[in-house]
């Protein structure tokens, strides 16, 4: 991150933890900083390409992504929300069961990867069990929506089991961050 951050300018520009941000946090990093990163990168790719026609390949993308969010969020506040009935978390960190309310597509996202991790590997919920130290029973709840994992349960479970740890934390943080927002 450093080395991008030298090419774009140095510290004086944007800092190498900002450069390291756009690339692991799931939130969508400001296009000033896509932009330059774009640009560095491309000035030293092989085969060659070109920095300024790359750049417009990612504003292009940008700019669509941008919209689909804007078209999502105008949906969402005519229709409600699109999602069955979950599972929410309450603030002081303890898990419920609250279906009549419906959780956010991030924390349904979580349960459909960790049903997926579960289906792939044959996995039974004494396996899921074993592999983190929490319950089969929490784990059953989770796997139905009733309920929310803790990020130390998903962490352990994403080792044990060789997933990508990173991608599996990522998404648990998004989740958690929606569902916090749902609850305010």
């Known amino acids: ?6 090419a774009v300018g140095g510290e004086d520009v944007v800092s190498h933890t900002t450069i390291h941000h756009a690339f692991i946090k799931p939130d969508r990093p400001r296009w000033e900083v896509i932009e330059l990163v774009v640009e560095a990168l491309a000035k030293r790719s092989r085969p060659r390409i070109d920095p300024e026609a790359e750049v417009d390949r990612f504003k292009a993308l940008w700019d669509a992504v941008e919209n689909s969010v804007e078209s999502d969020e105008h949906r969402e506040q005519q229709s409600g929300p699109r999602h069955p009935p979950r599972s929410q978390r309450h603030p002081n960190g ?33 396996a899921f069990s074993y592999a983190t130290g929490y319950s089969a029973g929490m784990w059953e709840q989770v796997l139905k929506g009733c309920s929310f994992p803790s990020r130390e349960a998903v962490l352990r479970l994403g080792e044990r089991h060789e997933r990508t740890v990173f991608a599996l934390l990522e998404l648990w943080d998004r989740a958690d961050r929606a569902l916090e927002a749902s609850l305010m």
């Open 1 to 6: 991150m450093r080395t991008l951050q030298e």
């Open 94 to 126: 303890s898990t419920f069961d609250l279906r009549s309310l419906s959780a956010p597509p991030e924390v349904q996202e979580l349960v459909q990867e960790l049903q997926r991790i579960k289906t792939e590997g044959d996995l039974s919920l004494e």
